[in-house]
Structures are given as structure tokens and as C-alpha cells.
T-cell receptor, first 115, second 111 residues
Framework: RKEVEQDPGPFNVPEGATVAFNCTYS??????FFWYRQDCRKEPKLLMS???SGNEDGRFTAQLNRASQYISLLIRDSKLSDSATYLC????????????????FGKGTKLSVIP | ETGVTQSPTHLIKTRGQQVTLRCSSQ?????VSWYQQALGQGPQFIFQ???????GRGNFPPRFSGLQFPNYSSELNVNALELDDSALYLC??????????FGPGTRLTVT
């Protein structure tokens, strides 16, 4: 099982639609979770951290289910500018070295919002 | 903008050569992480530096090495370049290794 797994898409949705991305992770010791967006040939940009109780930022809602080792991102009222690849990121301690940890990225889910 | 800068933006090297990539972290950040991103893939963790010491390493061979300086800027060195090293190299800075902010990356082509 891959450490962080995402549906690669692409998701092609009309403007105004609601779209949900899912991500699963394999390391039960994972501590922190993030969603990043990456535009074509650009660097990843932090979209939001994911908190245990779930959190919302405008049209974006992130949820975490530790029991199922599952993270989700919901985008409401999609805009053309939301077109990008969305990366699920998990932070977990490494076996070697106290205080050492690693961020693992999923391969990303590509979203295209169509006029 | 994140305030994280990287140089150079593009680089072409031949197989067997050595390369040094540079990263300046965001003001107030003390941790720098390096990633390799091949086309169509997510970033792969190379290593991380915290207060000038390596604090975590991914599955990359020893020919990938790094440094962090007292001002928290960092270098990534790759020796004996291989064709498969062609990728986008991303540097990310953070405070105490929490939320990471990426620089624009260096696109390395090995021929």
C-alpha cells in the first residue's frame, strides 16, 4: 500500500459545481495533514492544514478521519481559478532519529473547472 | 509570495557532473526541506535541515548531500549526475518544521 494515495483524476467539473477529493494514508503514526495546490510548472502552495475537528476556509472544507486514515477536501462553488493539481500531504515521524520526521506527498489530483 | 527563493531557476548539466542548488528561507524560518519532483509525480522528500543539522532523510543515495548555514539558507549538492536526476528541485522553509512554504524551484536537466 502506498504511503499516501490519491485519485489522480482528472476531475472535469463545470463552474459552480461542488467537488470532493479523497486521500488515504498508511502510517497510523502520522501527526499532521495538509492540502497543497500546484499550478502547472509552478511550486506547491499551502492551501490549508487539516485539523482533527475539520476546518473550513471560505469555499474549502477539509476533514480528517484518523480511524479510517482518510483525509478529504471539499470545494464548493468551483471557480475557473481553482483549476490545479491538489496534493495531499502527511507528516509522520521517521523511525530513525528522535524528533526526525518526513512529509510525504501524494501524486496529486488534477482538477479542471470548465466554463 | 512566500519569501523563499531558489537559484538558479534552470540548469542543464551532463551525466557525471556535479551540481549545487541554493535556497534562501523565509525570514523567521529555521527549517529547510528539499524535494525532487519528476514530471507527473508528487514531490519526493530528499532531506531536511534544522538549525544547521540534517534532521530526516528520504530514500535518496549519499550522492545527494546538503548544508544549512547560520542564516538558515541551504544548499543541495548532487554528485555524479544521472539522467534520472532530471527533475524540478524544490526547497521549502518552515518554522520548527510545521507548515512548509515552497520556493519556485530549480529545473535541472541532465543530458
Amino acid at each position: 500500500r502506498k504511503e499516501v494515495e490519491q485519485d489522480p483524476g482528472p476531475f472535469n467539473v463545470p463552474e459552480g459545481a461542488t467537488v470532493a477529493f479523497n486521500c488515504t494514508y498508511s502510517n497510523s503514526a502520522s501527526q499532521s495533514f495538509f492540502w497543497y495546490r500546484q499550478d502547472c510548472r509552478k511550486e506547491p502552495k499551502l492551501l490549508m492544514s487539516v485539523y482533527s475537528s475539520g476546518n473550513e476556509d471560505g469555499r474549502f472544507t477539509a476533514q480528517l478521519n484518523r480511524a479510517s486514515q482518510y483525509i478529504s477536501l471539499l470545494i464548493r462553488d468551483s471557480k475557473l481559478s481553482d483549476s490545479a493539481t491538489y496534493l495531499c500531504v502527511v507528516k509522520a515521524p521517521k523511525r530513525s532519529g528522535a524528533g526526525s520526521y518526513q512529509l510525504t506527498f501524494g501524486k496529486g489530483t488534477k482538477l479542471s473547472v470548465i466554463p | 509570495e512566500t519569501g523563499v527563493t531558489q537559484s538558479p531557476t534552470h540548469l542543464i548539466k551532463t551525466r557525471g557532473q556535479q551540481v549545487t542548488l541554493r535556497c534562501s528561507s523565509q525570514s523567521g524560518h529555521n527549517t529547510v526541506s528539499w524535494y525532487q519532483q519528476a514530471l507527473g509525480q508528487g514531490p519526493q522528500f530528499i532531506f531536511q535541515y534544522y538549525r544547521e543539522e540534517e534532521n530526516g532523510r528520504g530514500n535518496f543515495p549519499p550522492r545527494f548531500s546538503g548544508l544549512q548555514f547560520p542564516n538558515y539558507s541551504s544548499e543541495l549538492n548532487v554528485n555524479a549526475l544521472e539522467l534520472d536526476d532530471s527533475a524540478l528541485y524544490l526547497c521549502a522553509s518552515s518554522f520548527n518544521a510545521y507548515e512548509q512554504y515552497f520556493g519556485p524551484g530549480t529545473r535541472l536537466t541532465v543530458t
